[in-house]
């Protein structure tokens, strides 16, 4: 990092950094470069992160799963729903997608909250908004914590969005913060009242728009270290012009990085050292906050990744659920994995290198260990002399 000596009011940038520097700020900033908190373990991933995304895919295990797994290693399965769930620790909420969120982060959302209630539905119109509404809470009310089957059941029958009123109008209360969603069973939202989940005096609306933003803002900012204003607007999917309104209070500084081309700004306690320890090597979800934004991961790693679950399969290139390979702190390989029995199958393998071959092999081998598997089989790879040296590398192993 080079310092550049500017007032402590100019906007210009307060140092330059490199590429490298800013790679190294981004995995710290993530959790993905020294020593894991593990006293803190997922909870503390969870708070670090600011938000970690649902989705419905499960293979190796469900993304939320897989996120603590990269920065903790094998933790059990069983402990991160716990973790995540248990005593009122979080919610589900809209950020960058559907999210876990730490329960702390409820009141900073309330812009959001109001938008919803602003423009009056979401997708759905409901026949009697106030009767199912009222319907809805009554239930809670008298009966606890309930999934959508146990208020009446989701849907009237057709396809999947063909939601019933019951399903319409608790959706609604979720957007609108009447109804909370404490957890998942059986991959089933768990709704509750608000009032009784959100401990009180976090139970407000009193934050006005910009210091809502102002705080995802710089959330966003120290979990990514260095980041644009479109890193900054895609971490929680706001606007590019909510950002620019409260940039400059957010508490981020201006920073110049070689080769991006674009203004950034970064969070003043990762520029304090410079990041040092040791690189987890480890498969990563498609959806891990390190890359869920495709410009920002081709920018830092040279990477260009893409979920391809939702492509038809002759179209695909790396499979359905690649994961990339982190190692060494750069992004080199993918694998599509898959389970059978307690066969960890690597149904499509790329790799950078010959260097990626022996992390690759103990990326396979420690997450099929972790999901109760106890050996590898690879099934395609798209270099042969790669594909020979991870097999070998596999069998040693």
Known sequence: MTAVTQPPSSPRPVTTLSRDDARRLALRAQGLLGAPDRRAGVRGVLRHLGAVQLDTISVLARSH???????????????VESAYWADGHSFEYWSHAACILPIEEWPHFAFRRRARRAKGRRWHVMEDS???CAAVLDR???DGPLTTSELGGG?????????????IAVEWLLDTGEVVCTRRRAWKRVYDLAERAVPQELLHDDLDDSECIRRLVAQA??????????????????????????????GLVPVEVEGWGKPAWA?????????RGRHRTTLLSPFDSLIWDRPRTERIF????RLEAYVPRPRRIHGYFAMPLLAGGRLVGR???????TTLVARQVSMQNHKAVAPMAQALLEAATWVGCDSVRVERCDDPKLAAALVAELRQG
């Not at 396809?159 to 009123?165: A, H």
């Not at 040279?302 to 990744?305: L, S, V, Y």
């Not at 694998?335 to 029995?341: F, K, Q, T």
């Open 65 to 79: 799963e897989l996120v603590p797994y990269a920065r903790l290693g094998a933790v059990g399965r069983p402990a």
């Open 155 to 167: 849907r009237n029958g057709g396809e999947w969005w063909d939601w019933s009123e019951t399903k």
């Open 130 to 132: 106030e009767r199912s």
């Open 302 to 305: 040279d990477f260009t990744h």
């Open 140 to 142: 809670l009310t008298a």
């Open 335 to 341: 694998v599509d994995p898959a389970r059978e029995g």
């Open 221 to 250: 900012g120290a979990a990514m270290g260095v980041a644009t204003r479109a890193d900054l607007a895609d971490y929680h999917r706001l606007k590019g012009e909510q950002v620019e309104a409260v940039i400059a209070d957010s």
């Open 267 to 275: 969070d003043p306690a990762a520029l304090a050292d410079a990041p």
